[in-house]
């Protein structure tokens, strides 16, 4: 990604309009540049991670780089206001360990606070981990899709 360093200060339309660029097109040779969109001291969570700092941040896509095929963010939503953000999305992948050949779906949003700079001060992800993720694995699947329909 060839993104230049954010131009302050930026207007929160114009830095959440780039960060919504920046995943849609990332790549793990962009992850050194994610100092250009998160304040040093950012906080991230998400079902499975919470962590803060670039380098924590920086950490939790390595990882999914190097357990799935191909990722793939598609901001499909952006409502910005007063400094803060929500991005509906869909993240697209195959897992690395299973059937590399079917690309699975995840639909969520997150929630971001932006400081006066545009840079991202709080990033929370929102999915249901059940549905999207674990009723997709090859021997989780059944269980959860039949516990789903038994509590539903």
């Not at 339309?13 to 660029?21: I, K, N, Q, S």
């Not at 971001?112 to 694995?137: F, I, M, N, P």
């Amino acid at each position: 990604m060839n993104d230049s360093p954010l131009p302050f200060p930026m207007s929160s339309d114009a830095a959440v309009a780039r960060l919504a660029r920046f995943y849609e097109q990332l790549t793990p040779e962009d992850l050194p540049l994610l100092d250009r969109y998160y304040a040093p001291d950012a906080r991230f969570k998400d079902p499975f991670n919470e962590v803060q700092g670039v380098a924590a941040i920086a950490r939790v896509f390595e990882r999914m780089f190097a357990s799935l095929h191909e990722p793939r963010f598609r901001v499909t939503e952006r409502v910005v206001q007063d400094g803060q953000a929500f991005l509906i999305w869909e993240f697209q992948f195959r897992f690395a360990r299973w059937d590399t050949r079917t690309t699975q779906c995840i639909r969520g949003a997150s929630h971001l606070r932006l400081d006066a700079r545009g840079l991202v001060l709080q990033h929370r992800d929102y999915w249901d981990a059940a549905e999207e993720l674990y009723e997709k694995l090859p021997t989780l699947g059944p269980l959860m899709r039949w516990l789903r329909r038994s509590l539903g």
